[in-house]
T-cell receptor, first 111, second 113 residues
């Protein structure tokens, strides 16, 4: 059974600082997704990572994928308050055609 | 606008009263799926569909039914809702191959009393 572990689960940052969220998964997959969720809202797609070594950047967020290490990272550069949200990684394990989600990282950016 | 539309957004109902949550997508996606989100348990798949008339169980299908009679629609049916089905529900769709990711609906917050 595919397991996806995110850490940290809670992250409180100061504005302007950098930090990285980690996503480890247990079985082979080459499709990994990052989503953002604001309280009570839907999941907004941030990044789709489809191959080993994939790196994507959007604004202050950069995501990467290492399929050999079964690890993805979401790096936050110079955090701003608007980035406060819960961030999920999700892995497409292939069987059952489902996304298996990590538990999410609740990010709070403080002034 | 490309989107997945769920209705209703909020629903409070009583135990045992049948209800349907609708999901419709306008992107001609073959794949559709339902998830529920619960505190401490995260997002879990209920049912999925690879195409019209093709559906299968996810991780937590008990108490739910689905149908896929048309490509664009994938309703979630609770024949006899119980309080443990109180949750936030999301519908998602994708092209087969999933290379463009999944698009999620805006969610339905269901409370069963």
């Amino acid at each position: 059974e595919l397991k996806v572990e995110q850490n940290p689960l809670f992250l409180s940052m100061q504005e302007g600082k950098n930090y990285t969220i980690y996503c480890n998964y247990s079985t082979t997959s080459d499709r990994l997704y990052w989503y953002r969720q604001d309280p009570g809202k839907s999941l907004e797609s941030l990044f789709v990572l489809l191959s080993n070594g994939a790196v994507k950047q959007e604004g202050r967020l950069m995501a990467s994928l290492d399929t050999k290490a079964r690890l993805s990272t979401l790096h936050i550069t110079a955090a701003v308050h608007d980035l406060s949200a819960t961030y999920f990684c999700a892995v497409d394990g292939g069987s059952n055609y489902k996304l298996t989600f990590g538990k999410g990282t609740l990010l709070t950016v403080n002034p | 606008e490309a989107q997945v539309t769920q209705n209703p957004r909020y629903l409070i109902t009583v135990t045992g009263k049948k209800l349907t949550v609708t999901c419709s997508q306008n992107m001609n996606h073959e794949y559709m799926s339902w998830y529920r989100q619960d505190p401490g348990l995260g997002l879990r798949q209920i049912y999925y569909s690879m195409n019209v008339e093709v559906t299968d169980k996810g991780d937590v299908p008990e108490g739910y039914k689905v149908s896929r009679k048309e490509k664009r629609n994938f309703p979630l049916i609770l024949e006899s809702p119980s309080p443990n089905q109180t949750s936030l529900y999301f519908c998602a769709s994708s092209l087969t191959g999933f290379y463009y990711g999944y698009t999620f609906g805006s969610g339905t917050r269901l409370t069963v009393v």
